[in-house]
């Protein structure tokens, strides 16, 4: 007790001598601690990561469905500028042969490995986030695995949304897959993939895999009050506007993994009597089957012209450019921009060309030599030649090369001489020869990168 007492009397004499040192001390003490638990903190956490870590990359990248509920409209944020870059309806229903499936969403992991959780063999699986290629998980039974193993090209799968929108696709083709294919969440084409899950049946690690194509109906998802081509002028309220442009941009530093940047030029010029604020109109772009991509400001920061702002006065022209972020390699025949003013029901459409890499074409040269029915007449081969013109060696994937009718619906490639991917090096010619399924039509349009040809009388 008197030792304690002894020590009370020190402090206290302490710190009305030196009360400096006091505080000194006790500050240093309180850092002591933070230091501690800082580096504890830190092992903790490196332990943690370091056990969990399991891949590092992504073949298409997978948002996040923390804070946003499975039943609510999808809205996903992929770039670090912009909070909403994709917005869709959730899949209510898939209709197959006549059977429909309610579906589920589920989350695939970070590693892109895909384990479901089954709740009946009566209710598909959605891959969340899954918007341009929908990728479906069906349950393994010997009932699904002959469904999809009876689907054939040309067979048609429907899928009906939450907000209830129906898309159909078109049957492309059927294959099995390791259970570690990650190839099948690629999100570079409007289409399906049906997937048997936990299959076993043609081997001890092999998925059975359906493929679809996007089928583009009579009258679009979405329609606008006026639709003009590039380079045509289209009036909303006072505003005159013209698409002078586009520019695709897969490999500048700032495009974040899997996508690339699209930026339209436009002039605007206003034909009222009074400034116009064009914060109050939205500039949005749309692929064919209506996924929607927000404009990025990074983006726009890199097109020819600066972005459109502030006021325009009454009489002005100015020229701008409108910047978006969309999937790296998106296979869509046109992208419609659509401009609209908030509180307001009209809007302009304009339909700008698209074939998913448009530089990759340059210097390209391709004609066709001849067209013909294979004998037993189910099949449409296709014989012609691509010249590369350019200083950089070409290379054609399957990807760039298809065979669609006027209704959207894409064909089934049966054969390929040489085979994919064409090499062509520069100021050489390659000869071709590809085999499609024979559309039922009279007419197709052939493609072979950006450059279509129409084909007819093929009946």
Sequence with gaps: MAEAETQQGFLQELWATRPGLVVAVGLMFVLFLCLACGALSVAVWQTVTDSSRVVTADPTPFPDSNGLPLSEPLVVGISESETVSVTLDLPATLNLAGQTFPVQAQVVTADGLWSPQLTDQETAVWVYGTIINYVVGLPSSAENRALLTELAPGNDIRLTTRGGVDFTFTVDSRRTVPVTER????????????????????????????????????????????????????????????????????????????????????????????????????????????????????????????????????????????????????????????????????????????????????????????????????????????????????????????????????????????????????????????????????????????????LTNLR
């Excluded at 009074?274 to 983006?299: C, H, K, M």
């Excluded at 450019?321 to 999937?327: K, N, R, S, V």
């Design 183 to 454: 190839q099948i969440f690629a999100q570079n084409r409007p289409g399906i993939t049906l997937v048997l899950l936990g299959d076993r049946a043609d081997g001890a690690d092999q998925r059975l895999v359906v493929e679809g194509s996007y089928v583009v109906g009579e009258t679009g998802v979405f329609g606008a009050d006026d639709s003009v081509e590039l380079g045509e002028p289209a009036r909303l309220d006072d505003l005159q506007i013209t698409v002078t442009g586009a520019t695709y941009l897969p490999d500048r530093p700032e495009v974040p993994s899997g996508f690339a940047f699209y930026m339209v030029d436009f002039e605007v010029q206003n034909m009222g009597l009074t400034a116009v604020d064009t914060a109050q109109y939205q500039f949005t772009l749309r692929d064919e089957i209506g996924n929607q991509f927000a404009a990025s400001p990074v983006a726009s920061q890199l097109g020819n012209y600066p972005p459109l702002s502030s006021f325009i006065n009454a009489g002005q022209t100015r020229q701008a450019t409108a910047g978006y972020q969309i999937p790296r390699g998106l296979l869509s025949p046109t992208l419609n921009w659509v401009v609209a003013r908030s509180g307001a029901t009209g809007q302009i459409q304009v339909s700008i060309p698209f074939s998913g890499s448009p530089q990759a074409a340059r210097g390209a040269v391709v004609s066709l030599l001849e067209v013909t029915v294979s004998e037993d007449r189910t099949g449409l081969i296709v014989t012609g030649e691509v010249a590369n013109m350019g200083q950089q060696p070409l290379v054609i994937s399957e990807e760039n090369v298809s065979l669609r009718t006027a209704d959207g619906a894409s064909y089934l490639l049966l054969s390929t001489n040489p085979a994919f991917p064409w090499s062509v090096p520069s100021g050489q010619t390659l000869q071709f020869r590809v085999t499609y399924q024979r559309p039922p039509g009279d007419s197709a349009i052939f493609t072979v990168l950006n450059q279509p040809f129409q």
